[in-house]
């Protein structure tokens, strides 16, 4: 059995980039910055680190995410792994590691940096819900 399977709650590090593949695909992309605070066992001093990850959307979802995400916003992305290659204009071979998005839960509250709270990931929905007037989800609250 195997297993790929990403899951990130961080801060939109940039406006989503909507573009329209030439059979006709919505995909966006978008980075996500998360940072892990611990404090360090010998000197007691607290740290911080920041990871950068690159997000791509794709169909509905990616017309959902150009809508209503904007810089800055607080983001839940699921997904999976993806690296891809190519060769640049010298010929050196690159690659790049991104997240393909298969749902999105926009955290801010109605009015804050984002939008709505809840972005469907389904096909069929065409439009996001409404905020439910849920209480805001602390990231320090989550127990693993």
């Known amino acids: 059995m195997n297993l790929n399977k990403v899951m990130l709650i961080g801060n939109v590090t940039r406006d989503p980039e909507v573009r329209t593949t030439p059979n006709g695909q919505n995909v966006a992309t978008i980075g996500v910055a998360t940072n892990r605070r611990w404090t360090d066992q010998a000197s007691g001093q607290k740290k911080e680190e920041v990871e950068f990850h690159n997000v791509v959307v794709w169909r509905k979802l990616a017309d959902i995410v150009g809508q209503y995400v ?75």
Not at 97 to 105: C, F, G, L, P, S
Request: proline share 9%; no cysteine.
């Open 70 to 144: 904007k810089k800055g916003s607080k983001i839940y992305i699921e997904g999976r792994l993806r690296t891809r290659s190519w060769d640049d204009q010298s010929g050196q071979k690159k690659y790049r590691t991104e997240i393909v998005a298969e749902n999105v839960i926009m955290l801010d509250r109605a009015g804050q940096s984002g939008g709505p709270a809840v972005a469907p990931a389904s096909d069929e929905a065409t439009q996001p819900e409404p905020p439910t007037g849920e209480p805001e989800i602390n990231v320090e609250d989550i127990p693993f």
